[in-house]
């Protein structure tokens, strides 16, 4: 009885904390200077910032907005994984929204990202333009036995996912895949484009992941690479809800 409710609390507790997710994976970036409090860039932010999410007619989880005007411009880039509800895609990005400001509280510039989604805002133009910076490489710590054979499964199996998630459309650059390293050991993996990119910036931006995964984590059993304008996961567990996506 009592180890059936210590187990129940664990559960609980589990539970609380992937309902809510602490800090983001953030920049803020002042190379575009800094805005003050009550002035018209931080006024346009908050609007570009309420829009994102209030807009119920885009419902493929890419978002490009702008708000003001001239030297006041904020622009906007809300993404949501592939494979995640529109449900979840908006209270993420509404969750890193609230974030990104508090945690950037004067930056013109700056980005975040959520396991199911990534926003960034800037006084630059950032539409259709390929940004590898900045990035973050997470990798988990431990490694396979079978070095060889999992980097080789893995190298097929991120080339293949590489040109189908770059040519998707306008509205989609998006793979997720599986491989079988042995009869016991499976990769899945996920990237993902903003689709405002041409399928050759969408390529060169995976491409560019892939090196870096491949020289940094080596026989890791999962690592991810988070960039502005795409992102690569892969794991040795399913990490995504393939139904999510089928089913769109
Ligand atoms: C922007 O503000 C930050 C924090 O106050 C400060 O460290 C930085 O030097 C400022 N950058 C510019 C370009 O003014
Ligand atoms: C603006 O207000 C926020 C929160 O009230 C504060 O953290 C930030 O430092 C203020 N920025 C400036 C430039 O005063
Ligand atoms: C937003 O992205 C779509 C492609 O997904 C593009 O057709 C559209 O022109 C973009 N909007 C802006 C404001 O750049
Ligand atoms: C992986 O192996 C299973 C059988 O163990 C097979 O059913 C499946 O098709 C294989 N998957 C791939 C992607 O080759």
């Known amino acids: 009885m009592a180890s059936s409710r210590w187990l129940f609390f664990v559960f609980f507790l589990v539970s609380l904390s992937a309902a809510q997710p602490g800090l ?3 920049f803020c970036v ?3 200077g800094n805005y ?18 209030s807009n119920t007619q885009i419902n ?6 702008s708000a003001g005007q ?17 449900a979840s895609c908006h209270s993420c990005l509404d969750l890193l929204a609230t974030k990104l400001v508090e945690l950037c509280p004067v930056q013109k510039e700056a980005i975040g990202w959520y396991d199911d989604c990534m926003l960034r805002y800037s006084s630059r133009s950032i539409f259709g333009v390929e940004e590898d910076s900045p990035s ?3 990798a988990n710590g431990n490694s396979v036995s079978d070095v060889v054979q999992f980097s080789q499964t893995l190298g097929g199996l991120l080339s293949s996912l590489q040109k189908i998630a770059a040519s998707g459309d306008s509205r989609r650059k998006f793979a997720i895949g599986e491989a079988n390293v042995s009869s016991r050991q499976k990769i899945y993996a996920f990237m993902q484009c903003t689709p ?3 399928m050759q910036d969408c390529f060169n931006c995976l491409g560019s992941s892939i090196n870096e995964i491949t020289n940094c984590c080596s026989g890791r059993v999962g690592a991810q690479d988070l960039k502005p304008s795409c992102i690569l996961r892969y ?3 399913l990490f995504y809800d393939s139904a999510v996506w089928l089913g769109a």
């Open 24 to 26: 983001p994976t953030f």
């Open 30 to 32: 002042d190379t575009s």
């Open 36 to 53: 003050t409090n009550t002035s018209t860039y931080q006024k346009n932010l908050n609007t570009l910032l309420s829009s994102i999410t």
């Open 60 to 65: 493929y989880g890419f978002y490009n907005f």
């Open 70 to 86: 001239d030297t006041d411009q904020v622009n906007g880039i809300g993404l949501c994984r592939g494979y995640v509800s529109v």
């Open 136 to 138: 973050r490489i997470i």
């Open 196 to 198: 405002d990119l041409s």
């Open 235 to 237: 794991e040795i567990y």
